[in-house]
């Protein structure tokens, strides 16, 4: 009995370390090793269908006619140049190869916004009544921008991917079961639409999104502590019988808001460069 189940261990426990070998990557940001099963390249490819989809089954707010549209453009615009100075300060432009940012704001009541791998970044005209200045919707946008560079989504999207299709590459799983794919990256991002499909972030994820969300904030001359103001706006519009879809995908609680007042040094530090 003892050998058995000491032989199934060492199974599963190799299994594991092939997995790991084969799949943990370490993060540019972090420093960690995470499991990202999904080769980024690839992600960003399907990302770049998933945003034209999503852009061509809703209303896109023009930049030159709509202020908060050209408002979006240009807080995404300011965060991505941060982004650009702090990788090459650390020496690590590379990782933002594959990157072509794009910036939308469409016309839909839903309180949300995203970032896709790649950097497909869509803001919900239902957000702007709760972040109400351009400094929230910049602490907002860095949050969901850092959510793709720490591949959050892989992340999410890989352990989906091995329990509900076996592991299947993301080429294979999307010739063969398109829609399920489809549907566990919508998940995997945040992107939803109806009940239930909504998927929380891990505390984890979230503190992560937040501490860099708010350098880049910082960085790109804006003032991250609008983000407590921001979580409190948020929080009240719960209120209501509906709770938005950006707090169902990013929980906001006193824990949160504690550690985003710890991060806030480390952010102004951050203030001009
Ligand atoms: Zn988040």
Same mark, same amino acid.
């Given at each position: 009995?003892?050998?058995r $189940?000491?032989?199934?261990l060492n199974?599963?426990?190799?299994?594991?370390?092939?997995?790991?070998?084969?799949?943990c990557?370490?993060?540019?940001l972090?420093?960690? &090793?995470?499991?990202?099963?999904?080769? %980024? *390249?690839?992600?960003?490819?399907?990302?770049?269908?998933q945003? &034209?989809?999503?852009?061509k089954?809703? $209303?896109?707010?023009?930049?030159?006619?709509?202020?908060?549209a050209?408002?979006v453009?240009? /807080?995404?615009v300011n965060?991505?140049?941060?982004?650009?100075? !702090? !990788?090459? =300060?650390?020496?690590?432009?590379?990782?933002?190869?594959?990157?072509?940012?794009?910036?939308?704001?469409?016309?839909?009541? #839903?309180?949300? #916004?995203?970032?896709?791998?790649g950097?497909? /970044?869509?803001?919900?005209t239902?957000?702007?009544?709760?972040?109400?200045n351009?400094? *929230?919707? #910049?602490?907002v946008i860095?949050h969901?921008?850092?959510?793709?560079?720490?591949?959050?989504?892989n992340?999410?999207?890989s =352990?989906?991917?091995?329990?509900?299709?076996?592991?299947?590459t993301?080429?294979? #799983?999307?010739?063969?079961?398109? =829609?399920?794919?489809?549907?566990?990256?919508?998940?995997? !991002?945040?992107?939803?639409? %109806?009940v239930?499909?909504?998927l929380p972030? =891990?505390r984890?994820?979230?503190?992560?999104?937040?501490?860099?969300?708010? /350098?880049?904030a910082?960085?790109?001359?804006?003032?991250?502590?609008e983000?407590?103001?921001?979580?409190? &706006?948020?929080?009240?519009?719960?209120?209501?019988?509906?709770?938005? %879809?950006?707090?169902?995908?990013?929980p906001?609680?006193?824990?949160?808001?504690?550690? /985003?007042?710890? !991060?806030?040094?480390?952010a102004?530090?951050?203030?001009?460069?």
């Amino acid at each position: 009995m003892f050998i058995r $189940t000491t032989i199934k261990l060492n199974g599963v426990l190799s299994l594991v370390v092939m997995c790991c070998f084969v799949s943990c990557t370490q993060n540019s940001l972090t420093g960690k &090793r995470q499991l990202t099963m999904m080769p %980024e *390249a690839e992600v960003q490819s399907l990302a770049s269908t998933q945003y &034209r989809d999503f852009l061509k089954s809703h $209303t896109v707010l023009s930049q030159k006619n709509n202020s908060n549209a050209a408002m979006v453009n240009r /807080i995404g615009v300011n965060i991505t140049k941060a982004v650009n100075r !702090y !990788y090459a =300060s650390k020496k690590n432009s590379s990782v933002l190869n594959g990157y072509q940012w794009e910036y939308n704001l469409v016309s839909d009541p #839903a309180v949300n #916004a995203w970032c896709m791998p790649g950097g497909k /970044i869509v803001v919900y005209t239902g957000l702007l009544p709760v972040t109400v200045n351009e400094n *929230a919707l #910049a602490v907002v946008i860095g949050h969901e921008v850092s959510h793709a560079l720490l591949q959050h989504g892989n992340q999410r999207m890989s =352990s989906s991917m091995l329990q509900e299709l076996g592991g299947m590459t993301l080429s294979v #799983a999307l010739s063969k079961k398109p =829609s399920v794919t489809q549907d566990i990256f919508m998940q995997a !991002y945040g992107i939803g639409t %109806e009940v239930g499909l909504m998927l929380p972030f =891990s505390r984890k994820h979230e503190l992560e999104a937040d501490r860099f969300g708010l /350098i880049w904030a910082a960085m790109a001359g804006y003032d991250p502590n609008e983000a407590l103001a921001f979580w409190d &706006r948020m929080e009240k519009a719960s209120g209501g019988q509906q709770v938005p %879809e950006f707090l169902r995908t990013h929980p906001s609680d006193a824990i949160r808001k504690e550690k /985003i007042k710890s !991060y806030m040094a480390e952010a102004m530090s951050y203030k001009g460069k």
